[in-house]
């Protein structure tokens, strides 16, 4: 390997992210996409599919933090969770710190991105594998979800963007199934992209949220590698709580929930204030 070996992520034709490899941990071809783990010299460990960053060590828990628990603490109890993706155990590990969470549906397409993030990346799941909570389940999420009736206090959709074979677990026929599964007060979350570059791509995501479900919010957080670094995620649901900094920070205190990277009561709040281009995006 040269000591310049480099990862580049083409985020536009424009623009490209390059992060130095230390040393390469694997390359494979699985069934579904291109799978490479490096480790670089800046950032720790990353995990890319099809070229693009999925995460690294260093700010995994800025995007996984903000994927999971707006949704979780705007629930009163969260017993039973669906997660559609998120082979990487990041998500899974922190629907796990909740503790009247009882069991996880874990369910991912590519069986070997799962057990290579399970033999390379333990910072990032830290055993939420072997939990006897989890119930780990091989299968596309569009096929597998629409088995279920009113089940799961919360689906969470950690997907790849809104594009190319991800893109049925965005459009209205999935959030259809996910709308069928959850209970009658249940919250969907997922990412969808960023609304600097992916305009078009955000855009699709929250039309197709509205023609689904009763209330829909758009939230932002940063995370440093992905394009932009700002990030959009939305929730999802026929009734989404207003809850306020104090009411978060209770349930935070009740639930044990300490040591956040990133989420906080406050940034909570903040991240559902979206700036004029964010709005004007939406309407």
């Given amino acids: 390997m040269s000591e310049d070996d480099f990862f580049t992520e083409k985020q536009t034709d424009g623009v490209h992210l390059s992060l130095k490899v230390r040393r390469w941990l694997l390359r494979q071809k699985t069934q579904y996409q291109e799978l490479v783990l490096a480790e670089t010299t800046e950032l720790g460990r990353l995990l890319a599919l099809d070229g693009k960053v999925m995460l690294t060590e260093a700010d995994e828990a800025f995007y996984h933090e903000m994927l999971v628990h707006p949704t979780l603490l705007s629930l009163d109890n969260p017993q039973l969770v669906a997660v559609i993706g998120g082979g990487d155990g990041g998500t899974v590990r922190e629907i796990l710190r909740h503790p009247s969470v009882q069991r996880v549906f874990w369910v991912e397409i590519d069986e070997a991105v799962l057990n290579a993030c399970k033999e390379l990346l333990p910072s990032v799941h830290r055993g939420a594998f072997d939990d006897p909570r989890v119930e780990l389940v091989i299968a596309p999420g569009e096929e597998w979800l629409p088995k279920f ?6 689906i969470i959709v950690d997907g790849t963007d809104p594009i190319g074979p991800a ?3 965005f459009e209205p026929p999935f959030f259809q199934a996910c709308r069928q599964a959850l209970k009658r007060d249940g919250i969907l979350s997922l990412q969808c992209g960023t609304p600097f570059y992916f305009r078009d791509e955000v855009r699709m995501v929250w039309r197709n949220l509205k023609q689904v479900f009763e209330q829909v919010k758009l939230y932002l957080g940063f995370v440093p590698t992905y394009p932009s670094g700002l990030w959009a995620y939305a929730i999802a649901g026929n009734f989404l709580p207003n809850l306020d900094a104090a009411d978060l920070h209770r349930r935070c205190q009740q639930r044990g929930l300490t ?14 204030a979206l700036p004029p281009f964010v709005q004007e995006l939406l309407q």
């Fill in 259 to 272: 040591n956040f990277r990133y989420y906080s009561p406050e940034v909570h709040i903040a991240s559902f």
């Fill in 149 to 154: 009736r009113e089940t799961f206090d919360a």
């Fill in 167 to 169: 893109l049925p677990l």
